[in-house]
């Protein structure tokens, strides 16, 4: 020790111990800020299953049949993985209100266990896409905005319009808006194609590119309104629609008044 | 005199000595224009072209009409980055870093779509009060001349910053070109400077926009508002007007501070809608590249009719001699157009020919005495709406959760069921009114007061109309339709009996009134 405390003043002690405690401080941040990667074991899965399985007989089965292997009017679930499930039950699209064209976005029935469990139950009846984790989506660190806009101006505008405000498709059948969608739902989207949807494989658009896609989309929505008001983002047929009432009739209006005789 | 008195004079006679413009100006100032809001249409037409000649001179100090590659390095964070070309670019330049630009870009769009909206009513009230008869046809003819022109210049305007939107239209362009039977590929090859896109339209339309297409304007309203005040403005019917005068105000001063202040009223609004709402977002639209499309890509509302005619046209495609017809674009694109054009512009000359009156008019009619050309005003106007909805049938069908395809065939069963039904309905409409104002000169106003008789009999008091009324419910001519004899003096046939048993047919129709009071009339019902 004695040895040791000779050194004590030496130049380098300074640098090294400032290492040694940065390190330590960084360790212990890294364990104890760790997220337990979810690890789950073989008795909490069957558990999610069948839960998933009893949730599954109640509200999906009438439709999908008693073993998800679907009917004339809704298809098969196998296969389809827990992102499909996450996708479509999470943002409200199943179970559907009425059997119109499409599912529409709406307030979800279930909460986010149960969501989970439906996803542990499919995805055991067959392998399927995964609901992506956490960080895998950390779009903000690993997707660009300016590469983000092109994917989508070259893969989704065509049917979501521009500025993702989405548009008609036939019969009814219709791209919805993409605003105020959560990214692990925008991802699954592209993974799993929904209805109408086709699906983007990671060979088709990457998984940073998705990314992108997504970093892209959350910069669209948080846009300032540059040119004032935005008319819905649909192109010139609100702008017409105003210049015909607003602008016109102020300016016809006008007119009337200035030819008005005085009484 | 005063000092300030006896400097104005000296002015005035210095000029005066040098230009003699004393005399005219003397006799010119006097000018009497009638006054109507309905004759304020054209004005802001004039004045929306006046804002975008001001508004489109600053846009072209940085403006760079060019297909140049370049990576886009501005302001604009979602586009940094992107090659672009240099149109779009300096389109991008102009919206988010030269001062003031944003609010010219939109007001020069706004101002446009203004333009066109001004020009339609105008056209509208010209139609609808008659005022293209004799000796107005020309104006008709330039006017119908400044539509089309406007229309092209319009759609050319948004074409050149290069954007998704833009380079959409341009494609659609070169398809209506290609679809011209024989020389379309040709034509589009040469107006394209080789394939589509190339590098030579967009310098090319630059041109014609801001050079060629505003100098022809400039001739044009000039020679439209001289025709105007040399053959004098066209007044509404009343009480001491004739065909020999015009009753209004004179252009110095009230109709100078009239349409000096309306200029600053529309200049004021153009200025009020490019500060509040956005028209183009080309920001957002994204360079364009011809592998990119946006859903609902929809041209300016002038267009919409033209796009949405394209829309609902069947897939025509006839192979003749190994070349592919393409009817399908061929038929809404340019020969509907064209046949609508036409039939806009010969107009006039049509009606002389049904109705025979050769005479000069300067007394408008009132809608509803000409009910056969309000009714095919109407018709017209309802095929253009059918055509314009059917342009916009993606926001429709997404906006109101309707299907495309229902909105498609209601216009394509519309737009051949509803024209002759509004026909029918207008004509209706316009002799009812007639009978009302019937109704009104003989039993003058009904008063709502009821009066109960001694008998225990309720009736209603009527008020005679004030005789200025009269005179203006009655003042019109109804001439009898134009008599064509079938055989001449000798009984015999006469050359082109088919020519004028349909003018015969026309000419019946358009002659169909309700007769109006007459002087007996009146005597009879003041003897009960």
């Known amino acids: ?263 | 005199m005063s000092a300030r008195e006896r400097i104005a004079g000296n002015v005035a006679s210095y000029v005066d000595d040098r230009t003699g413009a004393a005399a005219w100006m003397k006799k010119n100032l006097k000018k009497v224009f009638p006054d109507h809001w309905s004759f304020m249409l054209g004005e802001i037409a004039l004045y929306s072209f006046i804002i975008l000649l001001l508004s489109g001179t600053f846009l072209t100090f940085w403006f760079d009409p060019s297909m140049r590659e370049v990576v886009y390095e501005g302001e604009y964070l979602p586009l940094k980055g992107v090659e672009m070309s240099a149109a779009y670019a300096s389109a991008l330049e102009i919206s988010f870093e030269v001062r003031g630009g944003l609010l010219m870009r939109q007001i020069h769009h706004w101002a446009a779509l203004i333009f066109m909206a001004a020009i339609v009513v105008h056209l509208m009230r010209v139609f609808f009060t008659g005022a293209f008869r004799k000796p107005r046809e020309f104006n008709w003819i330039i006017g119908v001349g400044l539509l089309t022109l406007a229309i092209v210049e319009g759609f050319l305007g948004y074409s050149l910053p290069d954007d998704l939107l833009s380079g959409t239209g341009i494609r659609i362009a070169q398809a209506i070109i290609q679809a011209i039977p024989v020389v379309g590929s040709f034509l589009a090859f040469f107006a394209f400077g080789g394939e589509f896109p190339g590098i030579a339209f967009i310098p090319r339309i630059y041109t014609v926009h801001i050079l060629l297409l505003p100098g022809i304007f400039l001739a044009l309203i000039t020679v439209h508002l001289m025709l105007v005040w040399y053959q004098k403005h066209t007044q509404y019917p009343g009480p001491g007007r004739t065909e020999k005068n015009v009753v209004g105000y004179s252009l110095m001063p009230i109709y100078m501070a009239k349409a000096g202040g309306f200029f600053f009223i529309v200049f004021g609004i153009t200025a009020l809608l490019g500060a509040v709402a956005s028209i183009n977002p080309i920001w957002l639209y994204g360079p364009y590249t011809p592998g990119q499309i946006s859903a609902g890509s929809q041209p300016d509302w002038y267009m919409g009719w033209l796009d949405g005619l394209v829309r609902m046209s069947p897939p025509l495609e006839p192979v003749i001699f190994g070349y592919t017809l393409s009817l399908n674009i061929l038929i809404p694109g340019l020969i509907i157009p064209g046949i609508i054009f036409t039939g806009m512009a010969l107009y006039p000359f049509i009606e002389q020919w049904i109705t025979g009156d050769k005479r000069e008019h300067h007394i408008l009619d009132r809608p509803r005495n000409a009910p056969n050309r309000t009714a095919l005003g109407v018709m017209s106007l309802t095929f253009m709406l059918v055509a314009l909805i059917n342009g916009g049938n993606d926001i429709i069908a997404t906006h109101f959760d309707l299907s495309i395809n229902q909105i498609m065939w209601f216009s394509r069963i519309g737009i051949i069921v509803l024209p002759p039904l509004a026909f029918v309905i207008t004509k209706r409409l316009c002799l009812s009114l007639q009978r009302a104002d019937r109704d009104l000169v003989l039993h003058g106003r009904e008063t709502g007061r009821l009066v109960m008789m001694p008998s225990g009999e309720f009736v209603e008091v009527h008020e005679p109309i004030s005789p200025e009324k009269a005179w203006l419910l009655t003042q019109h001519e109804q001439k009898a339709p134009l008599e064509l004899a079938d055989l001449d003096q000798r009984g015999v046939r006469r050359p082109g009996l088919i020519k004028s048993k349909v003018r015969k047919r026309f000419a019946v129709a358009h002659a169909e009134q309700v007769s109006k009071p007459t002087v007996e009339d009146l005597k009879e019902i003041e003897h009960h």
């Not at chain 1, 990667?37 to 007989?57: D, H, M, N, P, Y």
């Not at chain 1, 609901?131 to 660190?141: A, H, K, L, V, W």
Request: one cysteine or more.
């Open chain 1, 1 to 263: 020790m004695k040895k040791l405390s000779k050194y004590r003043r030496h130049r380098v002690v300074a640098p090294l111990l400032l290492i040694a405690a940065l390190l330590g401080i960084g360790t212990t941040f890294q364990v104890a800020g760790a997220t337990t990667t979810s690890v789950i074991t073989a008795e909490e899965r069957t558990k999610a299953i069948s839960e998933g399985r009893e949730i599954f007989l109640k509200g999906c089965s009438s439709c999908h049949g008693l073993n998800a292997e679907g009917s004339s009017i809704s298809p098969s679930l196998i296969g389809v993985g827990a992102a499909s499930v996450d996708f479509q039950v999470a943002t409200g699209r199943m179970p559907m209100a009425d059997m119109s064209q499409q599912a529409m976005r709406k307030a979800p029935v279930y909460n986010d266990e149960e969501v989970a469990a439906l996803a542990a139950y499919i995805a055991s009846l067959a392998p399927g896409p995964e609901i992506p984790t956490d960080e895998m989506i950390n779009y903000e660190r690993d997707g660009s905005i300016a590469e983000g806009g092109e994917l989508f101006r070259t893969n989704c505008a065509m049917c979501h319009n521009f500025a993702g405000q989405g548009g008609a498709l036939t019969k009814g059948k219709y791209a919805p808006s993409v605003m105020g969608v959560k990214p692990v739902h925008i991802y699954e989207a592209m993974i799993t194609g929904p209805q109408a949807m086709p699906v983007f494989s990671d060979k088709t658009i990457t998984p940073e590119e998705k990314l992108s896609i997504i970093a892209w989309i959350k910069a669209a929505e948080k846009e300032p309104q540059l040119g004032g008001v935005a008319l819905g983002r649909v192109g010139p047929v609100t702008e017409g629609l105003l210049v015909w009432t607003l602008g016109l009739g102020l300016l016809i209006g006008i007119a009337v008044w200035l030819t008005t005789k005085a009484k």
